[in-house]
């Protein structure tokens, strides 16, 4: 698979999680954009590491490892997640996202998949620096629109 393409799974990994983010944002709920673009993308750097396990010989052990990282840095993201009491108010999600998605680095960068990671890693930092400002812009237009 050559950068372009890993470029253009990424990349519409990023924006579809982002767009179900904004969604999500605009109707209340506890998550946003940064939060579910990084998600899947972190989902796809997986299932394209995966698709490259698949032709080593130690493939199916090698998976299982990594499928018992993924569930155990889920439950370390949890403990950063903040609902405060008596508010609608949570945080941390993005923080948690962050952590999951950093252990998918980690992942990528045991089975030196080298092109994925020099794609993924300036996808997420935009995904970061951009996605707080769109949800921002989004929400300005969102409540005016239902004023």
């Not at 199916?60 to 840095?73: A, M, N, Y």
């Not at 707080?132 to 237009?141: L, S």
Request: charge should be neutral; glycine fraction near 12%; proline fraction near 3%.
């Amino acid at each position: 698979m050559d950068y372009l393409e890993i470029l253009a799974r990424l990349g519409i990994a990023a924006l579809a999680g982002g767009a179900i983010g904004l969604d999500r944002d605009l109707h209340g709920k506890p998550v946003g954009v940064r939060t579910l673009a990084i998600v899947s993308l972190g989902s796809a750097m997986i299932v394209i590491a995966g698709a490259n396990l698949s032709a080593t010989p130690n493939g199916d052990e090698i998976s299982r490892v990594i499928q018992g990282l993924i569930t155990g840095i889920g439950f370390l993201g949890a403990g950063v997640i903040v609902h405060q009491k008596d508010s609608a108010v949570t945080l941390g999600l993005t923080t948690a996202a962050c952590i999951w998605l950093t252990s998918v680095i980690g992942i990528v960068c045991g089975l030196a998949d080298w092109r994925l990671l020099l794609v993924s890693l300036p996808l997420t930092f935009l995904v970061l620096a951009i996605g707080g400002p769109i949800e921002k812009v989004v929400h300005k237009w969102w409540d005016r629109r239902e004023s």
